[in-house]
């Protein structure tokens, strides 16, 4: 067994950028696009771009995509670049700073949050992007599709620059929006949460379990807030006095004389992290996940659940591979943090970038199961088959994987889908159903789909896949097609209740029979209540349907992490039988 080494703050600097996307001399270098999969299909969706960091869709045909060096924002409007950009900002372009991160709500007109350094720009014109970063900022803008322009441009995050100058992150993601009974502390834009990484920027403070470092400071975080830059409800961490840290102060006020409240830390739903490139929302458990940078080894794929301490300074890769343990981690006041090994590591460097989990989309069924990721290095994608609930891989197939960590090329490549994308920045679902690889270092946006839609396509190893049941009488079987089944009936409801359309657009290529958004929408909106199978009050896609999805799994309805999180749960035997009042 290869053990882990331990990074100190020299190694750091030493090996500073190894998982930048600026560093395009190690990503793969440009070949043709391809995937193991005969299936599907890649192909170039829109070429020509300058290094484009990450894209987000505004439209079935209008999407905007965001070039890290320049600060411009461009909009491609039916697959071709307009000649004039939605918005040009000011950036510091050095190492890892830039125009990084696009996140778009569900608002008419959609608002559409950005994530820049930003420099100062008195003439408002985007330039000259060189001069003293001012911060790592988030801005709320208003789409306007009549002009093809983003306007009214309000900071809604002010978040640190230096040291760097790595390290930034910079991912957005919203989500999940809000269903009637769930606590969101007043609601802001479309009510979903603004969740925002950014890395440790080479400090090494608490957040980086430094135990006697500087505290809390907004470094080495993912921030969850509404979008208006408030802490979220039911974020894990409470404001502490900085000395006396078992005394709270929720109200920021409060503490013993001479000392502050420690209250940047209402806002953080996880910390310890090196540096990421990739954050996304499971659609059917509403579990987050991300991916994390090592230095020059172990690369992560990790399960994020709230108070998730990563690890990073001490720790990186598997706890089993070094003999230190946990015990020198910086435990949060509030006994609210927990750290846990990844769910996936790599041990040599392949700079991990986005996760995306492709339930409904028109690669077909075989990849509802299953999380791809996209790499910086070696310009690969990687297909990860998920566990049945869904909180971990299932790598049994695959020879060498069975411990979750890929020590050598050979066991790379054995959960490789597609190679030759070059420094793979993103990955999306579009309108269409397609999966869209965003290359920062080839200009470019390709598109994957299956070459028959109407099939199910092979896939090098196959998931488990969802079983489903014929009752007599379903409440559950909201598409009524006779059988209530959690890659279907379930899906549609988790969709619903984060206020999605009930059908992912792929299903209905794949299937032309589903009846409407509208009929779907009406039976699940008469479950009401009943879908509150835990019985306290609030239907949860996190906690509700996901103990549905179990149970018709055949699992325990309730995952043992959930009882540790919130004691008040009652009995497998009583959620089971809320359950089998709906479906028997």
Request: proline share 8%; glycine share 10%.
């Amino acid at each position: 067994m290869v053990c882990r080494r331990r990074s100190s703050r020299t190694q750091r600097r030493s090996i500073a950028g190894a998982a930048a996307w600026f560093v395009l001399s190690m990503a793969a270098a440009a070949a043709a696009q391809t995937v193991s999969d005969a299936s599907l299909d890649a192909t170039t969706y829109v070429t020509g771009l300058s290094s484009p960091t990450t894209m987000a869709f505004v439209s079935s045909n209008d999407v905007l995509v965001l070039q890290k060096d320049d600060g411009k924002v461009i909009h491609v409007a039916s697959r071709t670049p307009r000649p004039t950009p939605a918005l040009d900002v000011a950036v510091n372009n050095e190492s890892e700073r830039g125009l990084l991160g696009i996140a778009v709500n569900t608002e008419d007109p959609p608002a559409v949050f950005l994530y820049y350094t930003a420099v100062d720009d008195p003439d408002g014109n985007g330039g000259p992007d060189t001069g003293t970063p001012l911060g790592n900022r988030v801005y709320r803008y208003t789409w306007n599709a009549a002009t093809g322009r983003l306007e009214n441009g309000q900071l809604v995050l002010d978040l640190p620059v230096l040291s760097g100058p790595n390290h930034n992150g910079g991912v957005l993601l919203l989500g999940p929006t809000p269903t009637p009974g769930m606590a969101t502390g007043g609601h802001v834009g479309d009510g979903s949460f603004l969740h925002v990484i950014i890395g440790d920027l080479n400090r090494n403070g608490q957040l980086q379990n430094a135990a006697g470092g500087a505290p809390p400071d907004d470094t080495g975080v993912i921030l969850r807030v509404q979008q208006d830059g408030t802490p979220a409800a039911a974020n894990p961490f409470v404001p502490y006095c900085s000395v006396t840290t078992a005394q709270t102060c929720p109200s920021g006020t409060g503490c013993p004389a001479g000392e502050t409240c420690v209250d940047a830390v209402a806002r953080y739903f996880a910390y310890g992290v090196r540096n990421s490139f990739g954050l996304t929302l499971d659609p059917l458990t509403g579990n987050l996940w991300d991916t994390e940078n090592g230095p020059q080894f172990n690369d992560e794929v990790n399960l994020v659940l709230p108070g998730f301490n990563s690890g990073w300074t001490q720790l990186m890769g598997l706890d089993g591979r070094d003999p230190q343990g946990v015990a020198d981690l910086f435990a949060m006041p509030g006994n609210a943090s927990a750290y846990s090994d990844p769910e996936f590591s790599w041990l040599d460097t392949v700079a991990p970038t986005a996760i995306l989990f492709p339930v409904g989309s028109t690669l077909g069924s075989a990849y509802d199961n299953v999380a791809l990721v996209g790499d910086n290095n070696f310009g690969q994608i990687y297909r990860l088959p998920l566990t049945a609930p869904r909180t971990g891989f299932d790598l049994s197939a695959f020879t060498g994987l069975s411990d979750l960590v890929a020590d050598s090329v050979t066991e790379r490549n054995r959960v490789r889908l597609g190679t030759g994308f070059g420094a793979i920045a993103d990955l999306k679902i579009g309108p269409d159903g397609a999966v869209y690889v965003v290359s920062i270092s080839n200009g470019s946006i390709y598109r994957l789909t299956s070459k028959t839609p109407t099939s199910t396509p092979s896939a090098t190893a196959t998931p488990t896949r969802t079983p489903t049941i014929t009752p007599a009488v379903c409440a559950l079987d909201v598409d009524g097609d006779g059988e209530a089944s959690v890659a279907t009936d379930v899906v549609y409801i988790a969709r619903h209740r984060l206020g999605l359309v009930a059908v992912p657009p792929s299903f209905r290529v794949l299937d032309p029979t589903i009846p409407s958004d509208a009929i779907i929408a009406a039976n699940i909106d008469a479950i009401g209540d009943a879908l509150d199978v835990d019985m306290n009050s609030i239907v949860d896609v996190a906690t509700d349907v996901v103990y549905i999805a179990r149970h018709h799994l055949g699992l325990v309805p309730v995952p043992p992490s959930f009882r540790v999180l919130d004691p008040s749960i009652p009995s497998d035997a009583v959620i089971a039988a809320a359950i089998a009042a709906l479906c028997p």
